[in-house]
């Protein structure tokens, strides 16, 4: 009879050799052959119980043990440029191996979130416990969840928080992180998808409670990727920072500039100054400053800090807090132009003459002291004769001369004609709690106007300098609408009784001249929201393709260098291209620029994201309490399973889904962009004038769900049977207009 091993005999061997593991390894090696198999079969069974050993498939190994060959994760370099490595499959109990890379002069670069397949050895270092040596990488973006945690009999589940209703994921037990049951956690995805059943996936955070107030923009960040932690090494490169001084520098210090933000601004990255030009050659002319943070100074090419701007390529704003994009020494603190305190800048004064058209321009890298920090409010409270004790003595000498100025760019505005979209924004307040404690419509004043037709005015300028001296740069470019869009506005803007004009070149003009049209009628919004969807989005290029909705050909961002990463290639840009000093644009980075422009067009459209899902969660929070409750509000919206619409008291989004519409079938028709009632006749169009009741409201995941009560003042028909006459001929001869318009839209782009 074969001697059958003793326990620590097999652990022993499957440690020994770990890649040698299934059942017929274990038994070829130890001689056990026939019958004797069943006792071995019962020894590894013990000690899969016991916790020993780990069946993966048809191998065993030791749970406290990585396997040979495993996938990690890359972590950022220390502090030593050392690069470790996070163990996805580690299941064992204690602390979470060490695992250092090896990198070979062969080896591709490596960075943080790398996923690799790796060949370990076990050391016994002080500061790790294996050396991994890559084989292949094999992959940077796995699938990501947020979620709510179910636990189960075996692991548990992953209900997920986004509104679409994505399904649930499996967690096999020993993939839970010790996640309780109620938990919001982030989680990706473990191995591939199989063909039935569902998804599996590994948590890789426990984010807490899913129910806090704090909890709502976490989750956006979670959700969408956004990195919210600053590695250690660009911590450390902050706190290294010291003040700029006057060396090299024009001294501002004595020039009045004024930052002017809202009330909540957490930087400020922005100053200006006005007065009237007194060259005679210019009467009525005034000169404009405008002097912004010089992040450049603090922030250089190649070094962890400029690494971490890069990947986050722009902050992100939510209610409750900020994600910047660079450290609080430096975004809160050195770069930001506080009152009273020293602070480099980037200055451009700029002449303009009475009618505001920019006569000339002119930078400097200079040293400033703002001699006031105020918000939007009270400037134009000042302006509006009721100055406080800060405004009050800048009123003559600082405000009012900003104003003046001001007035003259209007009339270049009116003149340029950019787009003039009537969008109110909203504004969530929170209380110290953190709950939402209103929602209301930020004001637009001429103080908000102001600063931003300043800010216009210097990203032109920068553009037009870096134009003039052959200097590589990213341009803002925001094309022209695509025809087909600009035709769907055209027949949403006939069916309202209104025109925009056709058979020419598109200009801003014309689509500000239907803007009027409808301004003061009911279809106001209906036009202002179809204007905006017929609009191309803007993004970062190297090439200039002009800027649609500015009206403006050269246009480049310089004036947030504290949150954009756009803007701080524009001033590394314009110190190379004045000989500034050695911290301007580098070689590298303009032979990136393409890949650059790429990446922060995307971190942008990311942060525009988590920024909306935000709101729309706050927003059902908020609302959750008045659910049976009736609102107005027009149809923002259509889609085959139902309408949108966008509530007038506080403009949150809400669906009613078409199983909510009665028995009847609702034909969609996408290019109408309408719900038509098979038996009633009802059409359902954007922008026509509704009463819903809320019948539904989740924070976790933003969604309301509505009711639908009226439609322009009369009651929704409800179930089937014939409509009335008079209600059959409407949507007949509706039908008709819509089909007529159609056709001969199909006939142009035939005959073109």
């Not at 996640?179 to 955070?205: C, F, T, Y």
């Not at 000339?360 to 409270?381: C, I, P, W």
């Not at 006459?725 to 073109?752: C, F, G, H, L, Y």
Request: overall charge neutral.
């Amino acid at each position: 009879m074969t001697r059958i091993p003793t326990k620590q005999e097999v652990l022993d061997w499957i440690s020994a050799n770990p890649t040698l593991t299934s059942k017929r390894d274990i038994a070829k090696a130890f001689g056990i052959k026939g019958a004797d198999r069943i006792d071995l079969k019962r020894i590894l069974k013990e000690l899969e119980a016991e916790g020993h050993l780990e069946k993966r498939k048809r191998s065993y190994r030791d749970p406290d043990r990585l396997p040979p060959v495993s996938v990690l994760q890359v972590k950022a370099p220390n502090a030593d440029g050392d690069l470790f490595a996070r163990p996805l499959e580690w299941h064992g109990e204690g602390v979470e191996p060490i695992v250092l890379i090896i990198a070979r002069a062969s080896d591709p670069a490596l960075g943080e979130g790398d996923r690799i397949l790796a060949r370990l050895t076990v050391v016994h270092e002080e500061d790790h416990n294996y050396e991994a040596r890559l084989i292949r990488r094999i992959g940077t973006n796995p699938r990501k969840i947020v979620g709510i945690f179910r636990k189960g009999a075996e692991g548990g589940r992953i209900v997920p928080i986004d509104k679409a209703g994505s399904t649930e994921w499996l967690v096999a037990e020993g993939a839970a992180l010790g996640a309780r049951d109620g938990e919001l956690v982030e989680a990706e995805q473990a191995g591939p998808k199989n063909r039935m059943g569902l998804p599996r996936a590994r948590i890789v955070e426990r984010l807490g409670d899913p129910t806090a107030p704090k909890a709502v923009s976490l989750i956006a960040i979670h959700q969408h990727g956004i990195p919210d932690d600053f590695p250690d090494k660009v911590i450390a490169e902050a706190d290294k920072a010291k003040p700029v001084g006057l060396k090299g520098r024009e001294d501002l210090r004595d020039m009045p500039l004024l930052t002017i933000d809202p009330s909540d601004a957490r930087d400020h990255d922005d100053a200006c100054y006005a007065h009237a030009d007194d060259d005679p050659k210019n009467p009525g002319g005034h000169v404009i400053w405008v002097a912004i943070a010089d992040v450049a100074a603090y922030v250089r090419p190649g070094t962890a800090l400029d690494r971490e701007a890069r990947k986050r390529g722009n902050s992100s704003y939510f209610p409750d807090r900020v994600v910047p994009m660079l450290p609080d020494r430096l975004s809160g603190d050195l770069c930001s132009l506080h009152e009273g305190v020293p602070r480099a800048c980037i200055a451009v004064r700029m002449r303009v003459d009475a009618n505001g058209n920019k006569i000339d321009h002119r930078f400097v890298r200079g040293l400033m002291r703002s001699a006031a920090s105020l918000n939007y409010a009270e400037v134009q409270e000042a302006i509006d004769g009721t100055p406080n004790d800060r405004t009050g003595p800048l009123l003559e000498s600082v405000l009012k001369p900003l104003y003046a100025a001001y007035a003259a760019l209007k009339k270049a505005r009116v003149d340029r004609q950019p787009l003039e979209l009537d969008l109110p924004e909203r504004k969530i307040v929170l209380n110290d709690k953190g709950e939402v404690e209103s929602v209301a419509f930020r004001d637009r004043l001429d103080a908000h106007r102001l600063i931003e037709e300043f800010m216009i005015l210097a990203n032109v300028a920068a553009a037009e300098t870096l134009i003039a001296k052959r200097s590589p740069l990213l341009f803002r470019v925001h094309e022209e609408p695509a025809p087909e869009k600009l035709e769907s506005l055209r027949e949403t803007a006939q069916a309202a009784g209104l025109n925009l004009a056709k058979g020419q070149v598109l200009q801003t003009r014309h689509l500000n001249a239907l803007l009027n049209a409808a301004a003061g009628t009911e279809d106001a919004e209906l036009i202002n929201l179809s204007t905006l969807r017929s609009m191309a989005q803007a993004y970062y290029s190297p090439e200039n393709f002009g800027h649609f909705g500015l009206a403006l050909r050269n246009y480049a961002h310089f004036t947030s260098p504290i949150r954009r990463y756009a803007d701080l290639i524009v001033h590394r840009a314009l110190i190379s291209a004045h000989g500034w000093g050695k911290d301007g644009l580098t070689e590298d980075e303009i032979a990136r620029l393409e890949e650059t422009a790429t990446h922060i067009s995307d971190t942008e459209r990311r942060s525009m994201m988590a920024e909306r899902d935000t709101t729309d969660r706050y927003l059902a929070a908020y609302l959750s309490e008045r659910v049976g409750n009736e609102f107005t509000g027009r149809i923002s919206g259509i889609a085959r399973f139902g309408a949108f619409v966008k509530m007038e008291e506080t403009g949150a989004d809400g669906l009613v889904p078409v199983r909510s519409l009665g028995r009847e079938f609702f034909h969609f028709d996408r290019e109408a962009g309408t719900l038509m009632g098979s038996d009633s006749g009802l059409i359902i169009a954007i922008g026509q004038r509704v009463t819903v009741r809320l019948t539904e409201a989740t924070p976790v995941t933003g969604g309301l769900e509505l009711e639908l009560l009226s439609i322009d003042d009369q009651a929704l028909p409800r179930g089937r049977g014939p409509a009335k006459r008079s209600t059959r001929r409407k949507a007949a001869s509706t039908k008709r207009k819509k089909d007529k318009i159609k056709r001969k839209v199909e006939r142009k782009r035939r005959q073109r």
